[in-house]
Structures are given as C-alpha cells and as structure tokens.
C-alpha cells in the first residue's frame, strides 16, 4: 500500500451485474485492478472510450471521501485500521434506488428518494479520517477555483481538501465526461437498456471500500470496510 500515491474512500457496487457493467463500460475494474474491454453498444455519438476517458482511472464508483494525499507521519496501514474502526461503527445506509440521471455536462447514477442518511454517512467518513489528509497542493487549490466556487465551498475546500463535502455533497456515480447536450442525451438513451435492469430498488450501503491510486493515477481496490461490523 505504500506506493499508492491518492487514497480515498468509495461505494463500489457488490460484485454482480451493476459492477460489471460499469467496469466494462468505463473501461477500468477498480475491483480487480485492471484494464476492461468496452462493451459493444450501437447508439452512442462517440466510442465509449471516448465517452468515458475522463472518469475511467477513477473506476464505477460513488465518493465517499474524495482522493487525498497521505499526511507526513502517517502510514497505509494506519489508515487502513482507522477506517476499518471508523466504519464498524457507522450504520449501513438504505435509500430507493438508483436512476440513470444527467448532472450539467455528464451522465451518472443518482439515489432516488431521500439522502440525509447517506449525507451525514459520508460527512462522518470526511471528518473521521481528516487527520491523514496532508493539505492540498496550492496548484490543486487553483484548479478547484477555477471552476467557481461558492463561499462554503470555498470554506470546504480549505477546511477538508474538497469542495463538495458536508452541505455541498451529492452522490452520484459517474458514467461519462463532459458531454454536448444531444450527446448526453444519444448515450443515456444507448445506455439504458443494458443499465436500467440492473439498478437496485431498494439500494443498500452495507459496504464502504478504501482505494488507491498507482503510479498512474488509476484506483484499485484495497479493502472492502463492512458498515456497522
């Protein structure tokens, strides 16, 4: 775990028809740790290697405490520890299910129905690992700031590194990158079909997982975390 540069905790779907679709269609198993050919589906305006090059190295996931840096002093195995503590107590989270859904310029899975529980799941996850965080790079800063930023997620952003956490965070799972508006609309109508019969109703968190970024940047799984024991 030491040559793992980023380290972050994520919702990964359970091994099954959801993971494996997502896998396949970003083209990265951050489960497995390697490389997915893309599946063959008609409709999309671009390949899906194209669609999807931006959030591949990050593989199917939804955030849960976004990529840090590891704080002198602290160690992978430390952190590792603290986050099997830390989610052996927090409770698993139920919510309706998850929709195939565009967010400004991207697709991505969204829960339906309510998210407080998840919200304070992943403001416990922000604060409770917090100390092994080193701060953020100041060209890092720059780049968030770039995109605009509100007034508290400027105070997020140099209070936790990230400036969609606590009031600020949405979960979603990302399925593309920056899209033109008729092609988000050709992918998601291509994709649905292959997704849709796979989405949870109910959508249970039971699990959390802490993941690391190789020398390329690209995620792989460490260790899957069971919420509440």
Excluded at 62 to 79: D, N, Q, V, Y
Excluded at 145 to 156: D, M, V
Excluded at 216 to 221: G, S
Aim: glycine letters at 10%; one cysteine or more; hydrophobic letters at 45%.
């Amino acid at each position: 775990m030491q040559d793992h540069r980023r380290f972050a905790l994520y919702y990964l779907c359970p091994p099954g028809p959801l993971a494996d679709f997502g896998a396949a269609w970003l083209g990265w198993d951050v489960a497995e740790g390697r490389a997915v050919a893309h599946p063959d589906i008609a409709g999309p305006p671009e390949p899906a290697a194209e669609i999807t090059a931006t959030p591949r190295k990050y593989g199917f996931h939804g955030t849960i405490k976004p990529p840090f840096r590891l704080s002198e002093g602290r160690s992978a195995e430390g952190l590792l520890a603290e986050a099997r503590a830390l989610c052996a107590r927090l409770a698993p989270v139920e919510l309706e299910g998850l929709t195939l859904a565009r967010l400004g310029h991207f697709l991505a899975l969204t829960p339906a129905g309510g998210t407080e529980a998840l919200s304070s799941l992943a403001a416990a996850c922000v604060e409770g690992l917090d100390d092994f965080r080193a701060p953020a790079p100041e060209a890092e800063l720059a780049r968030r700031r770039a995109r605009g930023l509100t007034p508290r997620q400027e105070e997020n952003l140099l209070r936790w590194g990230y400036p969609y956490v606590m009031q600020d965070f949405r979960f979603h799972m990302t399925l593309s990158g920056r899209l033109a508006p008729e092609a988000l609309d050709a992918t998601a109508k291509a994709i649905a079909p292959h997704l849709t019969p796979h989405l949870p109703a109910p959508f249970r968190i039971g699990a959390l997982a802490l993941v690391g970024a190789d020398a390329a940047d690209r995620f792989h799984l460490i260790e899957r975390l069971p919420l509440g024991g």
